[in-house]
């Protein structure tokens, strides 16, 4: 038995988007035994993130993944879906809402900018630097002149420690904007592993005094914003598909768009402009191979018989991926299949 330091996680009430949150809870315990089923329940005040009122504040934590955190010794993470003391889900649980489905597979490629004093790292104090081009998966102290690269190395190996099923990482068009990509198979568990990637991201940076900046549109003018592509599928999609299921499925995002856009991260219309590989953010879409379009089709899709994943580019990095998981699979599930 061993002092098990768990962080639980959870997401606020603050609108358009909530902020994560944890505390820590020691218990007694076998850390090389631990799973879900022995974390128990908590609570914490309502009032204090926008998820209550002060005279019957409690809200409920209820575990829903584990990970091991490699920066504590005896660490665990805990990411906890938000209750009311009743049991039902409380209204800001966003996870709640996605339709159960072990066979869905999502992707998410979620870009950020690494700030210091408001600044793009790599940013002069007045003015800008080198205009974008040579940043995007670049190399060399000229166009990677700072500490990005030391975090987003330390940030892989805490995700891979955590068991996340992180994919890789690439520096983006912007200087100072990095990308990485986080892969599950079942409805829930990408959008878990993005948002305790996010708090392990934030966390890493507090001892640097650096800033993670979500925000879709930090830097104005000709400089990239930061989206986060939603890679879906289901098992029909990837087994059976075909042409005229395909233009079904897009007809059914079309006409869901606005629905789509509400929950895909706000200021969205400062980067769907049509330009910077986005298409504009009242129009919907589809292309092959074409990252000007709300939704790319990659060639293998076409090329297996219109069976596999589909790439939703409007999301936003700072769009909560449980509901946009939980949209997508709504537009999807409108869609009759044989
Ligand atoms: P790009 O930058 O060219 O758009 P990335 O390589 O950054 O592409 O991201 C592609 C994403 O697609 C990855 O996160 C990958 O896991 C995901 N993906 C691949 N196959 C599937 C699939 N069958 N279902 C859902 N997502 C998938
Ligand atoms: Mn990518
Ligand atoms: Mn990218
Ligand atoms: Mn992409």
């Known amino acids: 038995m061993a002092k098990l330091k768990l962080e639980y996680i959870w997401l606020d009430g603050y609108q358009p988007v909530p902020n994560l949150r944890s505390k820590t809870k020691i218990i007694e315990g076998d850390p090389s035994t631990l799973s879900l089923e022995d974390i128990p329940q908590w609570g914490f005040d309502g009032s204090s993130t926008q998820q209550a009122e002060g005279h019957?504040?409690?809200c409920v934590l209820k575990p829903v993944a584990l990970y091991p955190d490699a920066a504590r010794r005896n660490g665990f993470l805990v990411m906890c879906e938000v209750m009311l003391p009743s049991g039902e889900p409380h209204p800001s649980n966003s996870r709640a809402t996605i339709i159960d489905d072990p066979d869905t597979w999502f992707g998410f490629e979620q870009e950020y900018f690494l700030m210091v004093d408001g600044r793009p790292l790599g940013f002069p104090e007045d003015g800008y630097p080198e205009p974008q081009g040579r940043y995007y998966t670049g190399v060399g102290y000229k166009h990677m002149t700072d500490i990005g690269r030391q975090i987003v190395e330390e940030h892989i190996d805490l995700c891979l420690d955590a068991g996340i099923n992180h994919e890789g990482v690439n520096a983006e068009v912007a200087k100072g904007q990095w990308e990485f990509q986080i892969f599950g198979k079942g409805s829930k568990t990408a959008a878990?592993?993005?948002?305790?990637?996010?708090?392990?991201?934030?966390?890493?940076?507090?001892?640097?005094?650096?800033?993670?900046?979500?925000?879709?549109?930090?830097?104005?003018?000709?400089?990239?914003?930061?989206g986060m592509h939603t890679n879906f599928s289901t098992k029909y999609m990837r087994e059976v598909?075909?042409?005229e299921y395909f233009e079904k499925l897009m007809e059914a995002f079309r006409k869901h768009h606005e629905e789509h856009i509400a929950v895909y991260g706000p200021d969205n219309h400062l980067r769907l402009t049509g330009l910077h590989e986005t298409q504009s953010i009242d129009k919907f879409s589809w292309g092959l191979a074409d990252r000007g379009s709300s939704i790319r089709v990659?060639?293998?899709f076409v090329n297996n018989g219109y069976k596999g994943y589909l790439e939703d580019?409007?999301?936003?990095?700072?769009?909560?991926?449980?509901?946009?998981?939980?949209?997508?699979?709504?537009t999807i599930s409108t869609v009759p299949t044989e």
């Open 56 to 58: 019957d504040s409690d």
């Open 313 to 330: 580019r409007r999301p936003n990095s700072q769009a909560d991926p449980y509901l946009v998981a939980s949209r997508i699979l709504k």
């Open 298 to 300: 990659p060639h293998s």
């Open 241 to 243: 598909g075909g042409k």
């Open 192 to 226: 878990d592993q993005i948002w305790v990637a996010r708090y392990l991201l934030m966390r890493l940076c507090e001892k640097y005094g650096v800033d993670v900046e979500w925000h879709c549109k930090p830097v104005r003018g000709d400089w990239n914003g930061s």
